[in-house]
């Protein structure tokens, strides 16, 4: 038998086909087994224990999915509220002032001017 990594998850193909089995056992009337780890009560104990998982999981994932939609939220009106400052700052005090430069912006005199560029001439 070979190693388990238990560091990966299941394929659902294999928890699926492990659950047919476990429903299947339960139609053997006959089934009884000395090795603690496959009795019956003890299969139906982890396969309890999987589906509570399973479901906090479940619920787990759909808190942080709650959860990051309001942090994006968040951050996109705060973002927006910065904007909404900035286009105050220059509308008040001009695009060339110090307080523009302040909160980020660039100031208007230290913009640099386009300039042509120089065309190379091919050497024919």
């Not at 999915?65 to 996109?76: F, G, I, M, Q, T």
């Not at 286009?87 to 008040?92: A, C, I, L, S």
């Amino acid at each position: 038998m070979s190693i388990q990594d238990k560091t990966r998850r299941l394929r659902p193909q294999n928890i699926s086909q492990d659950i047919d089995s476990f429903h299947g056992l339960q139609t053997v009337s006959t089934y009884n087994t000395t090795r603690a780890d496959a009795s019956t009560a003890k299969l139906q104990e982890v396969y309890q224990a999987m589906l509570i998982s399973q479901q906090t999981e479940t619920e787990k994932l759909a808190l942080y999915r709650a959860a990051s939609d309001a942090a994006r939220l968040a951050e996109w009106e705060f973002h927006n509220a910065v904007l909404a400052m900035k286009e105050v700052v220059r509308g008040q005090y001009g695009s060339d002032s110090d307080e523009a430069q302040a909160v980020g912006l660039k100031k208007k005199s230290d913009r640099k001017r386009p300039s042509r560029k120089k065309s190379v001439a091919s050497a024919t």
